[in-house]
Nanobody, 115 residues
Framework: QVQLVESGGGLVQPGGSLTLTCTVSTDISRFTAVGWFRQAPGTERELVIGLIATGSTKSADTTDGRFTISRDNVKNTVYLQMYNLKPEDTAVYYC?????????WGQGTQVTVSS
């Protein structure tokens, strides 16, 4: 059973930064892509940023280039670095890994941007 566990969420002031970590219980090189999604109350889950095995990334327009994704294949970890956070970035953030071996989600971590 593949497990993804997110950590690093919390309360941050507008303009602040935060790094989320997703630890995967298996070799992440098995997956075609990894990514971060988010879901605010009353909205659908949306892609924040994704990273495919070739190194290409795709990010949501709403992030305005403020978010970056990286992966450590030795630690089987995926990171989401967020800068200049805004109140509208408040949401539960989910890690996802997908490919021919299946699709897996983490349980989510809450990020709240507020003064």
């Amino acid at each position: 059973q593949v497990q993804l566990v997110e950590s690093g969420g919390g309360l941050v002031q507008p303009g602040g930064s935060l790094t989320l970590t997703c630890t995967v219980s298996t070799d992440i090189s098995r997956f075609t892509a990894v990514g971060w999604f988010r879901q605010a109350p009353g909205t659908e889950r949306e892609l924040v940023i994704g990273l495919i095995a070739t190194g290409s990334t795709k990010s949501a327009d709403t992030t305005d280039g403020r978010f970056t994704i990286s992966r450590d294949n030795v630690k089987n970890t995926v990171y989401l670095q967020m800068y200049n956070l805004k109140p509208e970035d408040t949401a539960v953030y989910y890690c996802k890994a997908w490919g021919s071996v299946g699709t897996y989600w983490g349980q989510g971590t809450q990020v709240t941007v507020s003064s």
